[in-house]
C-alpha cells in the first residue's frame, strides 16, 4: 500500500515555478528522504502535502485519500504531522506545555469545559499530560520536561520539535532538515530515533536532509529534486550516484 501519492504536482508563485509536474510514491511503513540542493522545492512540498500551499495543479493522495487543497488541520486530523526548518517552539514554557500545546487539537473539551474545569475536562488533561510525557521519554527529553523550551541546548529544542509531533500519534512525520546544526553523535542518535519512531511507533517518516551520510544510513526510498523537477527516485545507493544528483550538487556542499 502507498502512504503517500503525488501526481503530476505544480506550484507556481508568479512567474516563479516552484514545483513541476512531481510524481512519486513512497509505501507505507518506509523511512524517505527528501534531497536536492537549496531552493530545490524541497520545504515547499512539505508545504503542499501539509497544506500550508495549494497546488497550482496535480493531485496529493495519503493513505488512498485524496488531500489536495484540504486546509493544514484537515490534513493532520487525516495523520499528517510535520516539523519545520527553523524551530518553532515556545521558548517560555517548559518542554512539556510545548508537547501539550501540540496535543490541544486530540483534546475535545472546548472553552465551556476549560472555564467551568468540568470532570471531563480534568480527565483530559491527565490524559494530555500523560500523553506528553510519553512523547518527551520518547525522545529522551522526560529529565527536561520542566525546563523553559528556550533554554534547552540547541539539539534538545530539535528533539523537542519532534515529540510534539510524535504525540499527535500521526500516521506519518515530515521532518524538515532535523539534523541541521547537530554534531555527529546527536546525528547518530537522531538516526536511531527515527528508526525507532518507524519500528516501534509505527510511523512513515520522510525526512528532507542534506548530510547524505544520514540519508544512505536510515533511508530506503530517496526522491531527488532540482529546480522543482525529479531528478532520480529509488534506493538510496542508486540515487545518490546518479549522475544528474551529482551534478545538481556540484558547487554546492561536498554530497559526502
Ligand atoms: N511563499 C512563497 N512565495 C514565493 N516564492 C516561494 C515561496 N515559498 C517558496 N518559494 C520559492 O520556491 C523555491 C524553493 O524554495 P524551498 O521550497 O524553500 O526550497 P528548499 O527547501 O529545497 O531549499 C525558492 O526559489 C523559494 O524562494
Ligand atoms: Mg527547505
Redesign the pocket.
Known amino acids: 500500500m502507498m502512504l503517500l501519492e503525488v501526481e503530476r504536482l505544480s506550484l507556481r508563485?508568479g512567474g516563479?515555478e516552484?514545483i513541476r509536474d512531481l510524481s512519486f510514491a513512497v509505501p507505507a511503513g518506509t523511512i524517505a528522504s527528501f534531497i536536492?540542493p537549496?531552493?530545490?522545492?524541497?520545504?515547499?512540498l512539505f508545504n503542499l502535502i501539509t497544506g500550508f500551499y495549494r497546488p497550482t495543479a496535480g493531485e496529493i493522495r495519503f493513505a488512498g485519500e485524496r488531500i489536495t487543497g484540504l486546509p493544514p488541520s484537515a490534513v493532520a486530523r487525516r495523520g499528517l504531522a510535520r516539523t519545520f526548518q527553523n524551530i518553532r517552539l515556545f521558548k517560555t514554557l517548559s518542554a512539556l506545555e510545548n508537547v501539550l500545546s501540540a496535543l490541544h487539537p486530540r483534546t475535545r473539551s472546548g472553552v465551556f469545559a476549560a472555564l467551568f474545569r468540568t470532570p471531563g475536562m480534568r480527565r483530559e488533561e491527565a490524559w494530555a499530560r500523560e500523553e506528553a510525557r510519553r512523547a518527551l521519554a520518547f525522545v529522551g527529553l522526560q529529565d527536561v520536561a520542566d525546563r523553559s523550551a528556550g533554554t534547552l541546548p540547541y539539539g534538545h529544542r530539535r528533539l523537542l520539535e519532534i515529540a510534539r509531533a510524535i504525540a499527535l500519534r500521526p500516521k506519518l512525520l515530515l521532518l524538515d532538515e532535523p539534523a541541521a546544526g547537530l554534531n555527529p553523535a546527536e546525528k547518530a542518535a537522531l538516526a536511531d530515533l527515527i528508526r525507532r519512531i518507524r519500528d516501534e511507533l509505527e510511523i512513515g517518516v520522510i525526512l528532507?536532509e542534506h548530510d547524505m551520510r544520514l540519508v544512505a544510513n536510515v533511508s530506503e526510498h530517496v526522491v531527488a529534486?532540482s529546480y522543482g523537477e525529479k531528478i532520480a527516485e529509488g534506493p538510496p545507493a542508486d540515487v545518490l550516484r546518479h549522475p544528474k544528483v551529482v551534478e545538481a550538487y556540484l558547487g554546492e556542499e561536498a554530497v559526502g
Open positions: 508563485f516563479l516552484v536536492g537549496n531552493g530545490a522545492g524541497k520545504t515547499s528532507i529534486l
